[in-house]
């Protein structure tokens, strides 16, 4: 994690967010703004980004934040355009999940966010360099303060750190008392943090997580070995499993439950990948690149056949 962190060639960052948490249909307003034509990165800070969005100019900011944040825009040079995958999910006429009715969209959603360093660094460190299950708001601040106390050319305050925290924690844990933030922030309904009975303390949510489909545990898979594992042949349970940026990380998966998709994953992925376990090593071998929009499909198609 440190060697992330530490890495000048990553851009961290610990705002853009305004200190808002990701909101239901931001996301979708986002797609709209940009699907017909590619839209300048100050759309969202213009005047008319109040009636265009229907929220004030910070929130706007903070759902151009979101959107890039969770890979449902890209920016090439200062123009914001839909990325393939949100093409195919919020499409009106064709789109998997238009209005971001299924577990499969929160989960790719998330794994956007929390599966890299940049954008939202904390959500990455968060998920991916805490080692315990129990955490409280200090502990993230005072990690990430370590993690990149060597990296030239960067300052950043803990109180930066402490309201991105804040936002972190407002981003996953359901407040019991209620209000607006309660019942908004999208990423809630994963159920991956929650608040401890300790005040203050909060803990992750281990566990095999049954509505996350094989697709999008498959295509998470494929995009962390892609990113931090390009050259190598193979994938050890292990690595899929605790490795920064995996599956097992950032979706909090125990490793019996990363075991049993990788059992499934050449028939997933129809046989890019392969599940191998000889002589006790436990691996997953790379036979070709798999194929992201067919993953997609099978994200999507397992939840529709299962509900029909």
Same mark, same amino acid.
């Given at each position: 994690?440190?060697?992330?962190?530490?890495?000048?060639?990553?851009?961290?960052?610990?705002?853009?967010?305004?200190?808002?948490?990701?909101?239901?249909?931001?996301?979708?307003?986002?797609? #709209? *703004?940009?699907?017909?034509?590619?839209?300048?990165? @100050?759309?969202?800070? +213009?005047?008319?980004?109040?009636?265009? !969005?229907?929220?004030?100019?910070?929130?706007?900011?903070?759902?151009?934040?979101?959107?890039?944040?969770?890979?449902?825009?890209?920016?090439?040079?200062?123009?914001?355009?839909?990325?393939?995958?949100?093409?195919?999910?919020?499409?009106?006429?064709?789109?998997?999940?238009?209005?971001?009715?299924?577990?499969?969209?929160?989960?790719?959603?998330?794994?956007?966010?929390?599966?890299?360093?940049?954008?939202?660094?904390?959500?990455?460190?968060?998920?991916?360099?805490?080692?315990?299950?129990?955490?409280?708001?200090?502990?993230?601040?005072?990690?990430?303060?370590?993690?990149?106390?060597?990296?030239?050319?960067?300052?950043?305050?803990?109180?930066?750190?402490?309201?991105?925290?804040?936002?972190?924690?407002?981003?996953?844990?359901?407040?019991?008392?209620?209000?607006? #933030? *309660?019942?908004?922030?999208?990423?809630?309904?994963? @159920?991956?943090?929650? +608040?401890?009975?300790?005040?203050?303390? !909060?803990?992750?949510?281990?566990?095999?997580?049954?509505?996350?489909?094989?697709?999008?545990?498959?295509?998470?898979?494929?995009?962390?070995?892609?990113?931090?594992?390009?050259?190598?042949?193979?994938?050890?349970?292990?690595?899929?499993?605790?490795?920064?940026?995996?599956?097992?990380?950032?979706?909090?998966?125990d490793e019996d439950s990363v075991l049993e998709r990788l059992t499934r994953i050449e028939r997933v992925t129809e046989g890019a990948l392969i599940w191998s376990d000889t002589a006790g090593l436990r691996q997953v071998a790379r036979v070709r690149a798999?194929?992201?929009?067919?993953?997609?499909?099978?994200?999507?198609?397992?939840?529709?056949?299962?509900?029909?």
């Open positions: 994690m440190r060697s992330i962190l530490t890495d000048s060639n990553i851009r961290l960052q610990f705002a853009g967010h305004e200190t808002f948490p990701l909101r239901i249909l931001w996301l979708r307003k986002a797609y #709209d *703004a940009c699907a017909e034509m590619p839209m300048t990165r @100050g759309t969202f800070q +213009e005047h008319e980004a109040i009636a265009r !969005f229907g929220v004030g100019r910070n929130m706007a900011i903070s759902i151009r934040h979101w959107a890039l944040a969770a890979d449902v825009l890209c920016d090439e040079g200062g123009m914001l355009a839909p990325t393939d995958w949100a093409r195919r999910v919020f499409d009106l006429k064709r789109g998997f999940d238009p209005y971001l009715e299924e577990p499969s969209t929160l989960w790719l959603v998330h794994a956007a966010i929390a599966g890299k360093p940049e954008l939202a660094t904390t959500w990455f460190y968060a998920f991916n360099g805490l080692n315990q299950t129990m955490f409280d708001r200090d502990m993230v601040v005072q990690g990430i303060l370590e993690a990149v106390r060597d990296r030239q050319g960067l300052q950043v305050s803990a109180n930066t750190l402490r309201r991105d925290v804040e936002v972190f924690v407002r981003s996953y844990a359901a407040r019991g008392e209620g209000g607006e #933030d *309660a019942a908004e922030p999208l990423l809630v309904e994963l @159920g991956l943090v929650r +608040e401890s009975r300790l005040a203050g303390q !909060f803990e992750f949510v281990r566990g095999p997580k049954p509505n996350l489909s094989d697709g999008v545990f498959a295509l998470t898979l494929w995009r962390f070995w892609r990113r931090w594992y390009k050259t190598s042949p193979t994938i050890s349970v292990e690595q899929a499993s605790y490795a920064p940026g995996s599956p097992g990380r950032i979706f909090k998966l798999p194929n992201e929009t067919h993953l997609l499909d099978r994200a999507y198609n397992a939840v529709k056949k299962a509900a029909a």
